[in-house]
């Protein structure tokens, strides 16, 4: 099974992990945003980028997104050293 209406792109190891919360599913922290109030992960497997708030659900963002909630996200990446998979090509807000 591919795909989640609810998290559009990401893979079953990431959107699943709101459902079974296993370690090795949890997304990368690449960083917190004050002005979002929330924490931005990465998938090691997919890809896709989550924006994790403190008051809302959990839900798939474009890379532009996360580069407004983290200005660094590059350099952040960078110096996490993961290489990370393009984010799936989906439509996202
Ligand atoms: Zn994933």
């Not at 079953?12 to 992960?41: H, I």
């Not at 890379?63 to 290489?83: F, N, Y």
Request: hydrophobic letters at 35%.
């Amino acid at each position: 099974m591919t795909g989640n209406a609810a998290y559009p792109g990401a893979c079953e190891f990431c959107a699943g992990y709101w459902m079974n919360y296993a370690p090795q599913a949890r997304a990368v922290t690449l960083g917190k945003s004050d002005e979002f109030m929330a924490e931005v992960r990465r998938c090691r497997r997919c890809g896709t980028y989550w924006e994790v708030g403190a008051f809302s659900n959990p839900q798939v963002i474009s890379r532009e997104h996360a580069r407004r909630e983290l200005p660094d996200l590059d350099a952040v990446e960078a110096s996490l050293g993961i290489d990370f998979p393009e984010p799936p090509d989906v439509p996202l807000p």
